[in-house]
């Protein structure tokens, strides 16, 4: 079940709502519906929700106590190992057997029968939360959560459980201990809600048909200019999928008093690949950059040592997106660039016009994004050919065979909600901030209930609907 379904807008939200409202005691509620959701999508690995949930609640009970000492670190340790056990098992052994089982053969040894191990639904977000959880008691940034019923809603959350963002205790410990519903945190959170569900209908699911049907072009029928639009759809598709479904989460969780940290920060108008990641999935980049990097040795150990943490950084962040070379060239692609912008190529930006900062991230990220969609290297290989006009000739499809009216009209509206309109227009027209406050919320909320319709009419419809990070 996801957000953006029929099952979850028309009966489990609307129940939830209503029982989080009349009954007072609002972890209970929020963790029994969170655990129904996580079985509604997932029931086989439900146990393995509550194992989780378990381990991590005890770990940090010991953690509390003896952290001081080698017996801490010791216990920490093992805290870590126990969560990436599970999503290495479950994330990588297929892939990891897929790779041996050539050097079996060569060696002349039995295969490795394959596993067919699904992923659990949200594991990497909150095995990824369940470690920043141990590690900020080890370093005594918070304390043990002895309730675990409070642990339990921490770790299970409904809105952050199945893609993020990924919160840490710190940011929400207080609202789970006492929070307040109010009219305007609902109003507020009923908006962002309404505008990240529309992202996800209106523009990435349209768009996803497009780059779908460009990516599944046999190799001879591709050209170079449906290979640059089939990219660019994709990239679209993509943020705001992703963008979509984190902030229908943040939208959620202010509807129920809680505070999430934001996770996009309009990473497409990013003028550089270091500024793009710090817009782009932020609670994850500084999940790697405070429980990793940093211990690394960051930027305090000499700078052939900050170049290999950040490529190492930047291969484990491929691999955590996805079992597959993909993703991990994909991840090396970022952190090569990453690290030339810190050899001297960002201070050679830096002189440069705007625009073509802009342009040259742009570009960069166009590029990594064909690797991270591809089906396989080869097919990376294939698109990346046609787009650069090396591709094969043969019986090309003209653009609007894929492309659209609403397929022009969605990629518009990507193109134009990747800026900050509100700062824009702010900047453009000083007017609208003087004596015209009433008439903008006005629109706004005429904007709001449009927005509602017209994705609560696609997602009627039956449209294509698919979540890119389900299964991440």
């Known amino acids: 079940m996801v957000f953006s379904s029929i099952s979850f807008l028309f009966y489990f939200l609307p129940a939830f709502l209503l029982c989080y409202w009349l009954i007072p005691a609002k972890n209970a509620t929020l963790l029994v519906f ?103 008691i080890y370093r005594r940034d918070i304390k043990a959560e002895r309730n675990v019923l409070t642990m339990a809603t921490y770790i299970a959350m409904f809105p952050h459980l199945i893609a993020g963002p990924i919160v840490r205790y710190s940011e929400i410990a207080a609202e789970l201990a006492s929070r307040r519903v109010t009219l305007s945190g609902v109003a507020a959170g009923i908006r962002v809600f309404a505008f990240g569900l529309a992202q996800k209908v209106i523009i990435a699911n349209e768009l996803g048909l497009a780059a779908d049907s460009v990516f599944a072009l046999p190799t001879e029928q591709l050209s170079a200019s449906m290979a640059w639009m089939g990219a660019t759809a994709y990239s679209l598709q993509l943020f705001f999928d992703f963008s979509g479904y984190s902030t229908m989460a943040i939208g959620l969780a202010r509807v129920i008093g809680i505070t999430f940290p934001q996770n996009f920060n309009y990473p497409y108008i990013a003028q550089s690949v270091t500024d793009f990641w710090r817009r782009w999935h932020m609670s994850l980049s500084r999940w790697f950059r405070d429980y990793l990097y940093i211990p690394l040795g960051g930027n305090r150990q000499g700078k052939l040592r900050m170049y290999l943490s950040l490529t190492l950084v930047f291969l484990l962040c491929g691999l955590w997106h996805g079992a597959a070379w993909t993703f991990v060239l994909w991840g090396l692609y970022h952190g090569l ?136």
Request: net charge positive; hydrophobic share 50%.
């Open 34 to 136: 969170s655990l129904a959701f996580y079985v509604w999508g997932e029931p086989r690995y439900f146990p393995l929700l509550l194992l989780s949930i378990a381990m991590n609640w005890g770990m940090g009970l010991l953690l509390g106590r003896w952290r001081a000492g080698a017996k801490g670190g010791v216990l920490l340790v093992f805290g870590i190992l126990g969560n990436l056990a599970a999503i290495g098992f479950y994330k990588y052994a297929n892939f990891l057997f897929e790779q041996l089982n050539p050097l079996f053969a060569t060696l002349g040894l039995s295969p490795m029968p394959s596993l067919e191990v699904a992923l659990p639904l949200g594991i990497s977000f909150y095995t990824f939360q369940a470690i920043s959880y141990l590690v900020d």
């Open 337 to 472: 660039f990453l690290v030339i912008e810190r050899l001297g190529l960002g201070r050679v930006l830096a002189r440069q016009w705007r625009p073509l900062r802009h342009g040259y991230a742009l570009l960069v990220c166009l590029i990594g994004w064909v690797f991270f969609r591809a089906d396989g290297v080869s097919q990376a290989v294939h698109f990346l050919q046609a787009m650069a006009g090396f591709g094969q000739s043969g019986n090309h499809p003209p653009i609007g065979s894929v492309f659209t009216p609403m397929t022009w009209l969605s990629l518009g509206l990507g193109v134009l909600f990747s800026m900050p309109l509100r700062s824009i227009l702010g900047s453009a027209w000083p007017l609208a901030k003087i004596g015209r406050a009433p008439l903008w919320h006005v629109v706004e909320s005429g904007g709001v209930v449009v927005m509602i319709f017209c994705s609560v009419a696609s997602v009627a419809s039956g449209s294509y609907n698919p979540f890119i990070y389900y299964r991440f």
